[in-house]
């Protein structure tokens, strides 16, 4: 099992609609959760960090449920403007108590007018 | 502008060759990462520097891979003998602080190997 997963998509929306990713992962000691979008042909950005109470910020939601391993990413009334690729970022314990970031492969949103 | 900056933006190269190279990260971050990210796939760690000291390395980086960051400032990477697998973009992030801070990226160079 890949320590962090992501459905590749893609996932094609209408403007306005609402679209939910999940993002699970593998190792339990899992410390710090992130969100980053990724445009065609540019680099990664910060979109959101994960909290464990969830944190909103404008028509985004993250959420994390440690119990079941898996962080969600909520877009509502999506914009054409939201179509990039969406990358889930853990930040993990290692054996012999090392911190490493893992990233997921990404989620493709097409949002279509 | 104060960000990350890549150099060169393309690199075109024949198998066997070196090339090198060249971040510069935000100035006053004290971390540097080097990433390599091929199509679909999400960015693969390849080692960081906390001021000038290398840190880690990850297994993807061959012997011929290295990177210095000579004065905890820009930093480079260097491919020896490149091979057609080492295609992709070499991205390179800095960050303020531990990992779990936010990374900045630079805008990576795009590697192809004839």
């Known amino acids: 099992r890949k320590e962090v997963e992501q459905d590749p998509g893609p996932f094609n929306v209408p403007e306005g609609a609402t679209v939910a990713f999940n993002c699970t992962y593998s190792?339990?000691?899992?410390?710090?959760f992130f969100w980053y979008r990724q445009d065609c042909r540019k680099e990664p950005k910060l979109l959101m960090s994960?909290?464990?109470?969830?944190n909103e910020d404008g028509r985004f939601t993250a959420q994390l449920n440690r119990a079941s391993q898996y962080i969600s990413l909520l877009i509502r009334d999506s914009k054409l403007s939201d179509s990039a690729t969406y990358l889930c970022?853990?930040?993990?314990?290692?054996?012999?108590?090392?911190?490493?970031?893992?990233w997921g492969l990404g989620t493709s949103l097409a949002v279509n007018p | 502008d104060t960000g990350v900056s890549q150099d060169p933006r393309h690199k075109i190269t024949k198998r066997g060759q070196n090339v090198t190279f060249r971040c510069d990260p935000i100035s006053e971050h004290n971390r540097l990462y080097w990433y390599r990210q091929t199509l679909g796939q999400g960015p693969e760690f390849l080692t960081y520097?906390?001021?000038?000291?290398?840190?880690?390395k990850s297994r993807l980086l061959s012997d011929r891979f290295s990177a210095e960051r000579p004065k905890g400032s820009f930093s480079t990477l260097e491919i020896q003998r490149t091979e057609q697998g080492d295609s992709a973009m070499y991205l390179c992030?800095?960050?303020?602080?531990?990992?779990?801070?936010?990374?900045?990226f630079g805008s990576g160079t795009q590697l192809s190997v004839l």
């Open positions: 190792n339990s000691a899992s410390q710090s």
């Open positions: 970022v853990v930040l993990v314990l290692n054996a012999g108590n090392n911190r490493k970031l893992i």
């Open positions: 520097f906390q001021n000038e000291a290398q840190l880690e």
């Open positions: 994960v909290y464990s109470s969830g």
């Open positions: 992030a800095s960050s303020l602080g531990g990992l779990g801070k936010k990374l900045f």
